[in-house]
Nanobody, 120 residues
Framework: QVQLVESGGGLVPPGGSLRLSCAAS????????MGWYRQAPGKERELVAV???????NYADSVRGRFTISREIAQDRVYLQMNSLKPEDTAVYYC??????????????WGQGTQVTVSS
């Protein structure tokens, strides 16, 4: 069983910063990509940022230049540094991983989510 455990969410004023962390565990054979999605109330889940094992990164237009994704590939960890936060960044942030564990094909896994609230 693969588990993705997130941490680092919270309440921050506009213009502030937060750093999200996510660690994957559970008989992982290979890790293709890790990243972050978010879902605001009444909206669909959307991509925030993703980093592949080939060091390619992809960002949503709304966060490019403000957020930075990084990975510790050997430790199956991913981070999201969020700067210049705006109220519209308020959402539940979900860790995502596309990986293969022992005896199973490559597939997507999700964390439980961590709340980020940007408000004064």
């Amino acid at each position: 069983q693969v588990q993705l455990v997130e941490s680092g969410g919270g309440l921050v004023p506009p213009g502030g910063s937060l750093r999200l962390s996510c660690a994957a565990s559970g008989s992982i054979i290979s890790n293709n990509a890790m990243g972050w999605y978010r879902q605001a109330p009444g909206k669909e889940r959307e991509l925030v940022a993703v980093a592949t094992s080939g060091s390619t990164t992809n960002y949503a237009d709304s966060v490019r230049g403000r957020f930075t994704i990084s990975r510790e590939i050997a430790q199956d960890r991913v981070y999201l540094q969020m700067n210049s936060l705006k109220p519209e960044d308020t959402a539940v942030y979900y860790c995502y991983a596309n990986l293969r564990r022992f005896g199973r094909p490559l597939q997507d896994y999700w964390g439980q989510g961590t709340q980020v609230t940007v408000s004064s």
